[in-house]
C-alpha cells in the first residue's frame, strides 16, 4: 500500500466511524465503464459494480450527457412541491415495461431501503393488515423496517436493538440447502399457524434472485405456489428487485423469467446509473390505496437521478444489455462450469444472465479467491450466510476483450488455491 493510501486510512479511522465497513484498502481516482483507477494510478477491472448499481457501467456517455443537461436547467425542487414532466415520462416508461398484472402506476424515492419501506406502506394500506413475510437470507436494507425484514443477524442487526413487529420469515428453497419447494411453502403456513393468522398479512415480499443470501435464484414452481396463497388469503406480493433489476439477469426485471406476477416491485441499484433513484411500480389500485401526501420525500425521485433513468433505460434498449448479460452469463459458468471439474471446492454455481454466483466450501476459500483477485488488478465481492460464495456484478458494458481478461485472473486465482 502506499504512503498516500496509509496517509488516508489513518485520517479515515480518525474521522469515520468502524461501523461503516471499507472493504479497499486503496481510494479511487476515477473509473470508466468496467474500470477503476486509485489515487496512484493503478488499475481495477470492476466486477463489483458499486454493489449491483453499475449494469451500464461507470459515467456511460448518455447517462453523464443527460444528466449535464438537467443541471444546467434546475437540480431540486422537491416533486411534491413543484412537479416535472421528466417523472412522469420515467413513471410511463417504467409502467409500459413492469411484469405487472393490468394498469401500473409508479413512484419514485431515493434508495433501495426508501422504495422497499414504501411497498411495504402501499401494501399495508391496500390491504389494512399489518403482517409482513419475508424470507431467510434475504437482504431487504438497513431501515429498521428493512432491517427486521432481512433474513440475516450480523452484521446487519447485531447490537441494534429490538426491530419493528409484524414481520416473519420463512423459508427459502435451496437444491443445495435441502429445502424444497414444499419445505418453504409449508414454513408459511406454519407462520399462519403459530406466529400470525393469514388474514393478518399485508404481504409476502422476496428477492426472486436472492442478492447478499447468495444469488439463490427462485424456482418457477415456488412462485407460481407462492401467487396462488397470495390470491387465496388476499396477500399481496411483492418482489425486491433492487438488486437483480435492469438487464443484471438477462430480462428487464428478473420477474419477466416467471409466469406468476408480483403486484408491486421494488427498484433502485442500476435504475440510476450511478446515481440515486429508487422506486416502486406496481398494480394501480394498490399503489392508489395512500392518501395524498402519504408518499414521498424531499428528495424522492430527483431530477438528476430521473434523467440518469431515462438514460439507462435507453441505453439497455439500445444497446441490448439483456442479450449481452446472457452472451457474458453463459461465458462465466462455462468457465466456472470448466474449474469445477478439477476441484471438490466448488459446491454450487447459481446464475440467471449474469447474476451469477459461485459456492465454495469455506468463506476462506472465497476471501483467498477474493485476494488474488485485487492483488491481480481484479474486484469481487462475496455473499451468502457464510461468506463463502463468490458473486459477479461486472457491468453488462464491459468490453470483450476486458471480459476475457477477467476471466484469466479468476480462472488462475483458483488454480493457485487449488494448488496450495
Known amino acids: 500500500m502506499s504512503s498516500k493510501h496509509i496517509s488516508i486510512n489513518t485520517r479515515k479511522q480518525q474521522a469515520t466511524p468502524r461501523g461503516v465497513g471499507v472493504m479497499c484498502q486503496w481510494y479511487a481516482e476515477k473509473a470508466e465503464n468496467a474500470t477503476i483507477w486509485d489515487m496512484e494510478g493503478n488499475q481495477f477491472i470492476d466486477f463489483a459494480g458499486g454493489i449491483g448499481v453499475l ?9 453523464i ?4 443537461e438537467q443541471l444546467s436547467k434546475f437540480t431540486h425542487t422537491a416533486y411534491q412541491v413543484v412537479p416535472y414532466e421528466s417523472y412522469v415520462s420515467l413513471a410511463e416508461h417504467i409502467n409500459e415495461r413492469a411484469p405487472i398484472n393490468g394498469k401500473a402506476k409508479c413512484a419514485f424515492f431515493s434508495t433501495g431501503a426508501e422504495a422497499v419501506e414504501n411497498a411495504i406502506k402501499i401494501a399495508r394500506s391496500f390491504t389494512q393488515r399489518h403482517g409482513i413475510i419475508t424470507f431467510s437470507n434475504a437482504f431487504h436494507g438497513r431501515s429498521f423496517m428493512t432491517m427486521a425484514m432481512t433474513g440475516k443477524t450480523a452484521p446487519y442487526k447485531s447490537d441494534f436493538g429490538l426491530m419493528p413487529g409484524g414481520v416473519f420469515h420463512a423459508r427459502y428453497p435451496s437444491e443445495l440447502k435441502g429445502i424444497t419447494v414444499d419445505d418453504a411453502i409449508r414454513s408459511i403456513e406454519d407462520i399462519f399457524a403459530e406466529d400470525i393468522v393469514a388474514h393478518d398479512v399485508a404481504a409476502i415480499v422476496l428477492e426472486p434472485v436472492q442478492g447478499e443470501g447468495g444469488f439463490n ?53 442500476s435504475l440510476g446509473g450511478g446515481f440515486p433513484i429508487s422506486g416502486v411500480v ?6 392508489d390505496a395512500p392518501n395524498p401526501g402519504g408518499l414521498g420525500g424531499t428528495y424522492a425521485g430527483s431530477p438528476i437521478g430521473v434523467a440518469a433513468a431515462l438514460a439507462v433505460l435507453d441505453v439497455i434498449e439500445s ?23 478439477t476441484t471438490h471446492m466448488i459446491t454450487d454455481i447459481r446464475a440467471l444472465g449474469s447474476m451469477i454466483a459461485v459456492e465454495l466450501e469455506t468463506g476462506e476459500q472465497a476471501k483467498i479467491i477474493q485476494s488474488y483477485a485485487m492483488e491481480n488488478g481484479l474486484l469481487i465481492l462475496t455473499c451468502g450466510r457464510h461468506g463463502n460464495a463468490i458473486r459477479f456484478l461486472y457491468p453488462l458494458t464491459i468490453p470483450a476483450t476486458q471480459f476475457s481478461q477477467a476471466l484469466n485472473i479468476l480462472k488462475q486465482g483458483f488454480a493457485n488455491l487449488i494448488a496450495s
Open 55 to 63: 449494469n451500464t457501467g461507470h459515467r456511460h456517455p448518455k447517462v
Open 65 to 68: 450527457s443527460a444528466v449535464t
Open 217 to 269: 435464484v427462485v424456482p418457477a414452481e415456488f412462485l407460481k405456489r407462492l401467487r396462488s396463497l397470495c390470491d387465496l388469503h388476499g396477500i399481496l406480493l411483492i418482489a425486491d428487485e433492487v438488486q437483480s433489476g435492469f438487464a443484471r439477469t438477462g430480462k428487464l426485471f428478473a420477474m419477466n423469467h416467471y409466469e406468476a406476477k408480483a403486484d408491486l416491485i421494488t427498484m433502485a441499484k
Open 282 to 287: 406496481g398494480r394501480a389500485d394498490v399503489m
Open 319 to 341: 444497446e441490448d444489455l439483456c442479450n449481452r448479460a446472457n452472451v457474458l452469463g453463459a461465458e462465466l459458468v462455462a468457465l466456472l462450469n470448466t474449474i469445477k471439474t
